[in-house]
């Protein structure tokens, strides 16, 4: 069975640091993984999509996350955080092997805050 | 070309009423997804539609709960005798379906959200 384990429920950086928030997924065999930001009142927007290619993947404004399948990790990262990355990250994963599954799997999420 | 878009963006209803979320995916978007976003909590899979038929229907709580997407395109999200728990915001998005024949999942494009309120 999938599942997906955010380590951090709560994460605060200062302006211009880096960012690091982990996930770690179980999977049956090959996962696809996603990460997944959803700022206060808007919709949830793909950050960065991981699909059995590169295991480094960059995705939008700035960040990029790195498949560790011996770790069976996800983390997200980022160099230096700016204030409007404040919000919510859902890590994300789904066996593409499943048949007519495409049910994503959802970590609880890690609320990012980002202090001045 | 526009995004998924939901109608209402706020939906305030009293207990055993009736109500209808609207999901208006993106063109061309062949799979369409129902989830459930409670505070605090990511998204909870309700139904998933690939063209006019329900795929998936799992994540449905119970016989309350009902979705059509009669030509493929719009889908409707219909609730009976709305109780106070089912108060969330109620999430679509699309994807365009085809994947590379199960090699990888499709992105999902998410639209904003349907607050509902059960009083």
């Known amino acids: 069975a999938q599942s997906v384990t955010q380590l951090d429920s709560h994460v605060s950086v200062s302006e211009g640091t880096p960012v690091l928030l982990r996930c770690n997924y179980s999977?049956?065999?090959?996962?696809?993984l996603f990460w997944y930001v959803q700022h206060p009142n808007k919709g949830l927007q793909l950050l960065l999509k991981?699909?059995?290619?590169a295991t480094l993947v960059k995705g939008i404004n700035g960040f990029e996350a790195e498949f560790k399948k011996s770790e069976t990790s996800f983390h997200l990262t980022k160099p230096s955080a700016h204030m409007s990355d404040a919000a919510e990250y859902f890590c994300?994963?789904?066996?593409?092997?499943?048949?007519?599954?495409?049910?994503?799997?959802w970590g609880l999420g890690t609320s990012l805050a980002v202090n001045p | 070309g526009a995004g998924v878009s939901q109608t209402p963006s706020n939906k305030v209803t009293e207990k055993g009423k009736y109500v209808e979320l609207r999901c208006d995916p993106i063109?061309?978007?062949?799979?369409l997804y129902w989830y459930r976003q409670s505070l605090g909590q990511g998204p909870e899979f309700l139904i998933y539609f690939q063209g006019t038929g329900a795929a998936d229907d799992s994540g449905l709580p119970n016989d309350r709960f009902f979705a059509v997407r009669p030509e493929g395109s719009v889908s409707t999200l219909k609730i009976q005798r709305t109780e106070r728990g089912d108060s969330a915001v109620y999430l679509c998005a699309s994807s365009p379906g085809a994947g590379l024949a199960g090699l990888e999942t499709d992105t999902q494009y998410f639209g904003p959200g349907t607050r509902l309120t059960v009083l």
């Open positions: 994300v994963v789904s066996d593409p092997w499943a048949g007519n599954n495409r049910k994503l799997i």
């Open positions: 063109s061309g978007h062949t799979a």
């Open positions: 999977s049956s065999y090959s996962p696809s």
């Open positions: 991981y699909t059995s290619a």
